[in-house]
């Protein structure tokens, strides 16, 4: 059994694969990995077979006929993976834009706060940290950051960066049963779909961390386009109608021994370089 499952979307990724880097990272770890095949025309889908093949152990690769998009693609493949037994599960960008070691940070961090059930990788440009972002795509991103952010009425920094892991819990394995209404921006439909399954009363940041990436960097041949941000506004508002989610009375993450949140007025205690943070503080 692999403690570890996750899942990388494929759509003619088969230039941009690195399999090497893959099969390096499995050398030394218990991580699985499911490859899904979002109907590719060019030759990821034989370049999968044949890697899967022979390295059966650590990865497995599922076929989609057609291109269903990203949404769908990650949706069939956490299916897949929760029906493993497994510890954690998550979906990272193929492209690998974020490390493939950032997994084991991701781990050890939902080891050391049990009651966190989704970490959520945030592209934060730290002094120590390497984040490379074009800066159309900076800004375009903190645009929309702040829109959805006030669809979720969570202070989320960053909803949309690829990599994503969770604890395999029943509350989990619900927010995959059903398609995703919305495509490209299906990571905040999900938040969405986690956050109406949260008493009014109770506080969503004791269950949704976001995780400050080490390092992140804009890979060429990326399908995202500047066209997309306003297709985005669209599918925002049908996640606002669909979800329509309550007012919280507080959204300041609780005190932990390893990591106590600092108040939202108190300039002193400023986010430390190496320390996650958690998906309500201000920013």
Known sequence: MAECTIVIPCFNEARRLDLRAFLAHTLSREEAFVFVNDGSTDDTGPLLDEFCAVNSDNFRVIHLPQNRGKAEAVRQGMLNALASPTKFV???????????????????YLDQHPRVEALLGARVRLLG???????????????????A???????VYDTQCGAKLFRATDRVRGLFAQPFRTTWIFDVELLARMLATIPAEANPAELIHEFPLSQWRDVAGSKVKARDFVRAAGQLATIWRSYRLPNRPSLAPQPTASAPPASLGDSSRRQQPGKPIAAAEKR
Request: aromatic share 12%.
């Open 149 to 155: 952010a006030g669809v979720l009425k969570m202070p």
């Open 129 to 147: 940290r390497h984040i490379e972002r074009r800066a159309m795509r900076h800004y375009l991103g903190r645009l929309f950051a702040t829109v």
């Open 90 to 108: 998550g979906y990272w960008d193929a492209d690998l834009a974020t490390p493939l070691a950032a997994i084991g940070e991701f781990r050890s």
